[in-house]
């Protein structure tokens, strides 16, 4: 059972442009959390989603940022027009539920961002 | 804010030491988790503990929790140079699973 992944693992991207970062959960779960971790600050909370719902995007930011999970493929997080501030590592988790005691969150590598 | 801090931030011990590492949080949880992250790389899940839970181990690890003093500690027993890496706390308070994480501890362990 393989376990998160997330692609690319690097990408570099120049302000302005798009930058699209990729999640497959865990066989079996069909919920995503992703996090964004600045560097030497701890994981921030940005949004879960469960198939083709946003469930709670409250760390998200209002402009540039979006997130889908749609019924077949990956979950997408994308982000328009990039600037500097958005370099940074963007994990990736899944959880074959959500809430609750036993809620452990499997983490992907990571996608790690960075905007010149 | 932040919902977990931990103390300290940066934690330096000879192998074989105990490495002791502290977190707080604000609100009342369904869990708490602790997360290690070598540099540049993933998050590794630790333990996991439920709020109705007061300690539990797994192999060198010992992770307590007092939900009335509102923090958790996590302890490394005859740590090794392989347990040099960043330690993270993480909340669970919500119905949807969503994890607040702490800022941190860095953990050194010198050979």
């Known amino acids: 059972n393989a376990g998160v992944m997330q692609n690319p693992r690097h990408l570099v991207r120049r302000r302005g442009q798009e930058a699209r970062l990729r999640c497959s959960p865990m066989?079996?779960?069909?919920?995503v959390y992703w996090y964004r971790q600045l560097p030497e600050e701890g994981l921030k909370f940005m949004v879960y989603?469960?198939?083709?719902?946003?469930?709670?995007e409250s760390g998200m930011p209002k402009e540039r940022f979006s997130a889908e999970f749609p019924k077949e493929g990956p979950s997408i997080l994308r982000i328009q027009q990039v600037v500097r501030g958005d370099s940074a590592a963007y994990f990736c988790?899944?959880?074959?539920?959500?809430?609750?005691?036993?809620?452990?969150?499997?983490f992907g590598p990571g996608t790690r961002l960075t905007v010149l | 804010s932040q919902q977990g801090e931990e103390d300290p931030q940066a934690l330096s011990i000879q192998e074989g030491e105990n490495a002791t590492m502290n977190c707080s949080y604000k609100?009342?949880?369904?869990?708490l988790q602790w997360y290690r992250q070598n540099s540049g790389r993933g998050l590794v899940h630790l333990i996991l503990?439920?709020?109705?839970?007061r300690e539990k181990h797994s192999g060198r690890l010992r992770v307590t929790l007092d939900t009335s003093k509102k923090s958790s500690s996590l302890l490394i027993t005859a740590s090794r140079a392989a347990d040099t890496a960043s330690y993270f706390c993480a909340t669970d308070s919500s119905n949807t699973g969503k994890l607040i994480f702490g800022q941190g501890t860095t953990l050194q362990v010198k050979p």
């Open positions: 609100t009342s949880i369904n869990n």
């Open positions: 988790a899944s959880s074959p539920q959500a809430g609750g005691a036993w809620n452990e969150q499997f």
């Open positions: 989603l469960q198939k083709e719902n946003i469930i709670d």
């Open positions: 066989k079996g779960h069909s919920h």
């Open positions: 503990i439920r709020s109705n839970e």
